[in-house]
Nanobody, 122 residues
Framework: QVQLVESGGGLVQPGGSLRLSCAAS????????MGWYRQAPGKERELVARITSGGNTNYADSVKGRFTISRDNAKNTVYLQINSLTPEDPAVYFCNAGIFTYVPAYRYLEVWGQGTLVTVSS
């Protein structure tokens, strides 16, 4: 089967930076759009950024100019560069991908990672 594993979360001071990574693995035929979502306490999960297989990107208004999404197709990995962290950014960040797999049969799956926690100190 296929899975996504995030890494890079942690505790950062306001104004700081960090880079999240999410690697897809398993029986992958191809990967369509990949994205990052986040969910803060008491809030709904929201789209942060996404990137198509061709490199087109979209960002939530709240992170434009501060976050950058990118991907390395050869490594089946998507990244989220987070800059200028604010106290409004702490959340669990999840990666998401549309993946074509071939085991046990050829099919399309929307796959979620387990999440990585980003915390901003006061």
């Amino acid at each position: 089967q296929v899975q996504l594993v995030e890494s890079g979360g942690g505790l950062v001071q306001p104004g700081g930076s960090l880079r999240l990574s999410c690697a897809a693995s398993g029986s992958i035929a191809s990967i369509n759009t990949m994205g990052w979502y986040r969910q803060a306490p008491g809030k709904e999960r929201e789209l942060v950024a996404r990137i198509t297989s061709g490199g087109n990107t979209n960002y939530a208004d709240s992170v434009k100019g501060r976050f950058t999404i990118s991907r390395d197709n050869a490594k089946n990995t998507v990244y989220l560069q987070i800059n200028s962290l604010t106290p409004e950014d702490p959340a669990v960040y999840f990666c998401n991908a549309g993946i074509f797999t071939y085991v046990p049969a050829y099919r399309y799956l929307e796959v979620w990672g387990q999440g990585t926690l980003v915390t901003v100190s006061s």
